[in-house]
């Protein structure tokens, strides 16, 4: 499974909002060859995923970091709950929740600049958003444009229910980021990555 090249590949063909005809016929590629690069079904070629990224005016670049973007992380919870994997969206979440804390702050924008692909699940959403913007506000950064669209707030007060284990939410002593994506985090949740 080429993860990588599934996320790179969705999250263009997002940004462009086009199908995936239009995307590959702007690409130079076949559908079929869109298609199983999204669903991390075929590894392509290099140069094939360079068309992908121009078409969406995006670049191929390496950060040094072994943590997840917010990108990847949209793709994991989206597969996540597609297989009804509560637990492992909740991992992925947290995963990048304990990278972003890892990280100087000049990595944590590098791993959160590419607009994430949405997960399916508007409240997930919102809480990737306010996880981006409460980790890049903890080193000064502005967060990127992506988190402020509508899409990344949930309709009213959510908790995205993030185990049998977990605290209990309660607003009054929720996190401003999460607070303004309509998110009630436990601030413990984040503590204890």
Known sequence: MDTATAVLSSSARAITRLGQVAFARAAGARQATVSEAESSKTD???STLESFLAVAGLKL????TAHPTAAE????IRRS?????HDAALRNFLDLAQGLAAEDAVTRAALCVLPPMLTGSR????ALAALVEYRLDEVGIAA???TGQPE???DGLASPQLGVYDLPARVESGLEAFLRHNVVLEPATLASV
């Open 44 to 46: 392509v070629r290099t």
């Open 61 to 64: 670049t390496a950060i040094p």
């Open 73 to 76: 992380t949209a793709w994991l």
């Open 81 to 85: 709950l597609e297989a009804a994997s």
């Open 123 to 126: 409240d997930w959403d919102a």
């Open 144 to 146: 990127p444009g992506w």
């Open 152 to 154: 990344r707030t949930a």
